[in-house]
């Protein structure tokens, strides 16, 4: 189990977090159609502590390119015209086996000894 798969756990618990804190409604009140408040709290989560400061500081600087919440969920929804909530259902739906897969691999990763704790 190298490096490869400790950063795909690390980006997979990454899409995890941002898509859970989609669908909990997480928003920034001043900038509601943003989700930079959903993609900040996914990097924290799930990929800071493996990143020096200069990582950390370009993860910062690129927020800027982080779509439109209403053009992310239309790629989620495939280009297809879904209303924000039915978008959400679905992700609701979605993470409930994703999540359990997702913690799934990290447990195997952890009863492996596997190398999670790599640093970029």
């Given amino acids: 189990m190298g490096v490869f798969s400790a950063l795909s756990c690390r980006g997979l618990r990454f899409i995890q977090v941002l898509l859970q804190s ?21 990097y924290e989560q799930a990929l800071k502590k493996y990143h020096g400061w200069i990582i950390q500081k370009i ?12 053009n992310f ?25 994703y999540t359990a897969t997702v913690d799934a691999i990290y447990e195997m990763y952890t009863n492996l000894d596997a190398e999670l704790d790599y640093t970029v």
Avoid: M, Q, W
């Fill in 22 to 42: 989609l669908a909990d409604g997480d928003r920034d009140e001043n900038n509601p159609n943003l989700i930079r408040i959903n993609v900040t709290k996914a």
């Fill in 59 to 70: 993860f910062h600087a690129a927020l800027i390119a982080a779509p439109y919440r209403s």
């Fill in 73 to 97: 969920l239309k790629a989620l929804s495939k280009g297809e015209e879904v209303k924000d909530e039915d978008c959400l259902a679905n992700v609701r739906l979605f993470l409930v086996n």
